[in-house]
Structures are given as structure tokens and as C-alpha cells.
């Protein structure tokens, strides 16, 4: 399981706040499931030199996160690193590590400017120095990092370096190439503003270089076509990413259909990784995932056992409320949030799985309840012809409001309907909002007067504070 930290939001929606028995019941359930590794983004990207008080409490809890993995749950940790993002240091100095926001404090270092990558490094041994017992190091070659115009060969550059700083701390820590847009195509992102991947080609030459240099040990995330064509698929984990959670995701629990169950079940030689950005609320695809990797069935009966081990005596209740979430019956998902908050106190007694539940199976409940009182003000938003009625405009902002206030989430809002069904409403203030929704397919606007790259880096940091703004135009609308 990928644990993703790189937007800062409430305890315990986001991991970067989870406590270490936040961890440990986590790991807990995981590992009941049949989860054996866990890779984590610790965002060092971001940590200001010096690190503040609560840069260096991050490093030592993460520190011992890892011995309890290892000693408590036999499970292998890796670590996710961008190549070659640095921090800001006097702006990400001005927050906390649990609310600083990536994009307002980051900036990209020069792969061909030996001085910067020098000292980017030094700040790099620093950071990872209390997370040394890791046993492997993955950096992506892309989102977010890259350089317009760099080389295949200053990626690869750029991993030896790695290699030699992993060395320095602890000989044996796997570096791990994970290969996600490609090092080539993210480059030209920077140069377009418009998102492309590298050719199988351009993936090939980054591979050849890899092995040129063979920087041992070393894996790889991803890229299992290429690798067969190496003769190195022995390498390969699979990392089927977005079978679970799609990110960045405005929190909201994922159930049904196969995504799940398949990514589970398309392994790599060493093995499939699953990701979630909102652990406690993607419990049911968490589940999925892990009976499609051990070629178990995932029936609803399954899905009713699996909710009965996190809450005695509710599975049913629970599995339906997942179901009724993915609809669009308005009075049935009223009806079943009215049913979890009518569940007394003394018939909330956690189960097995207790560790999912973050301590607290009320906030379970309650978090699904929300859900479902926004998705009927949504689905009655949705199903309006033309202009939608002020009641139903009221209703979707205000139960909207109501779930983001207990996550606190408040980055890119992505649902496939959702700027089609909010531009009904015919709001001059949440159109405007909805126009600065990034769409990195189509690229610049017409007439900028800055590059691409410095277009990506913008559109980057306007969208950290996407949803809260939504929220405000739309509560504006509703009168």
C-alpha cells in the first residue's frame, strides 16, 4: 500500500497527521488483509532548512513508524522521493509540516547545474538520515519533478547520485526507479503546458542507461513492458495506481464495480502496490485490492463479512450504505445516513479490523452518513432539467460544506458530472471557480505572458485552495 501525505488536511483523512497508533492499528489491518509492504511519500521535499519543530517530530515519528513495520509486522518499507524538488526554504518555514501546502513552497532544481544538485543532496542527508532503516528509496520520474529540455541521462544521473547518498546512510537500501509519465514526457509538459507521456522508445533509452550504470541494489515501480524487453522483469513491482483512489480526490468512498479487484489481480514479478489518499474513508476498495492480489473472490457477502469485522452487527447496514453512495436515489441515501446516525452507542463495538477505523467507529459512521446527505443534495442538483431550483443548490452546498469540514480537503474537486451539473446553477462567482479548474490536457490559455513551465508551476498552486473556494461561491449562490 502507497500511504500518500502530499495534501494537508484533518486527522486521521490525511496521513501526514496520523499519531503512531494511527499507524500501527493501520498496519494492523493491513497486514489482516494480506498487505506486506508499505511505500511512504514523507513529503521531504518540503522541509525548510532548518527543519522546524514540527519537521523534525514528522522525522522521528516516521523514524519509528518503520522499526514497527519491520519489528511489529514483518513488513517491507519504502520510502517515495521526487529526483529533483527542493523546498522554498523561508516560505515553508512559515507552516507547520502537517499544514504546509507542496506547491506554495517548492521549486525545481537544475539537473545540469552540478552546484544545485550538490547542494540539494547535502539537504537530502539531512532529512532522510532518521528514515535510514528503510530497505529501499523510490523516485518517480515525474509528477512532480523534471526539468524542461533534461536529458534521459541527467535522470539517470540523478539516480546514481542517489545511489551514492543511500550508500552514505546505509549500504543495502534499494533504489527503486518508479516509472510514471516518463522522465521525456514530463519534460515537455514543462515546455508545453500540455501533459504527455514518454514513448516506449524514450522509456527503453532511460532503462538502457539504467542498467548501464547499475546502481545495485536496484528495482523498479511500473514499466513491466519495457523491462520484458530487457530481460529484466525480475526487477518489476507493479504499481497499479488510481485502482483504489484516484489523486488528488476530494474524499469520498469508492465501492463496486472491478477496478479494484483487477489491480490487485495484475501483479508484477515481485508483486502489485495499491494507493489511497484518504485511507479511512476507502475502506472498501482497500479490501478489494487485497482479495484481487491473493485470487480471492470479492462478492457482497464478502464485502458484509469484511464491514462485520470492522463493526460487529453493522456489516449489513454498512455495505449498504456503501452501495446506496453510488447511486443516484436521493430519498434512499437519506434514508440510509438517518439509519447509521440512528445506530446507538452501545452497538458500536469495533472488531478485528478495529486498526481501519482510526479508534473511533462513531466517526466511521458519521463520515459515511455525510457522505450520503451531500450525494442526495448532488443527485438532485444533477437530475434538475436547466436551472436548478435554489433548494436544491442549498442542499448540495450545505451538505458539501458539512463533509468537508470534518476532512478538511481542500485541493482539485474532480467528479466525472460535476462542472456540467454546477455550471446549471448559472453562478457568474462558481463559473468563474470552475474556470480555474486545471485541465492539463489542453494547455495554456491564448496571450500568457509566462512560460510553460512557469504556467504548470502556477495552475500547480492555485489549485490548493480549489475546493474551499467552490464551497464559498457555491454557498453564495445558494442565497
Known sequence: MYVHQHWPYHRPYCARTWTLEDWRGYAHGLAQLGYNAVLVWPVLETIPDPPTPSDRAHLERMGRVIDMLHDDFGMRVWLALCPNVEPISDVAAQATYERRHFFATDRRVDPADPAAVAAMMRRRADVL?????????????????????????????????????LDSLRPGIELVYW???????YNRFYQTGILTFSTDEE???CLQRLMAANPEPWGMANGLPPADRLGITDRVVSFNYGRIEGEPSFPLTNFGGDLAYEG?????????????????????????????????PVAEADYVAFAEELLPGLGRTIVDGWSILQG?????????????????????????LEGLLFGCGHRFL????????????????????????????????????????????ENSWWWPDLDETLRKVGSPEVNAVLDTQFNPWIGPPAGIDITPFQYVAQVLHDAEDFTPRLLAALQKAAG
Not at 526539468?147 to 535522470?155: C, K, L, T, V
Not at 502496490?273 to 484481487?292: E, K, Y
Open 366 to 409: 458519521d463520515d459515511l452518513a455525510a457522505q450520503l446527505r451531500m450525494r442526495a443534495g448532488y443527485a438532485e442538483l444533477r437530475a434538475a432539467q436547466g436551472a436548478p431550483p435554489k433548494e436544491a443548490v442549498r442542499a448540495f452546498a450545505q451538505g458539501a460544506a458539512d463533509w468537508q469540514a470534518r476532512h478538511g480537503y
Open 264 to 296: 490487485g489481480a495484475a501483479p508484477g514479478p515481485r508483486g502489485v502496490m495499491g494507493n489511497a489518499q484518504t485511507h479511512c474513508v476507502q475502506l472498501p476498495n482497500t479490501f478489494a485490492f487485497a482479495r484481487g492480489s491473493r485470487g480471492l
Open 129 to 165: 538520515g532518521p528514515l535510514r532503516r528503510a530497505d529501499g528509496v523510490s523516485i518517480i520520474d515525474s509528477d512532480p519533478g523534471g526539468w524542461p529540455g533534461s536529458s534521459n541521462q541527467e535522470f539517470v544521473d540523478l539516480l546514481v547520485a542517489h545511489r551514492r547518498l
Open 328 to 352: 443516484s436515489d436521493a430519498d434512499a441515501m437519506r434514508e440510509s445516513a438517518a439509519q447509521l446516525a440512528a445506530v446507538p452507542d452501545a452497538a458500536i463495538r469495533p472488531g478485528s
Open 203 to 205: 522509456n527503453i533509452d
Open 179 to 185: 516509472m510514471h509519465a516518463g522522465w521525456l514526457g
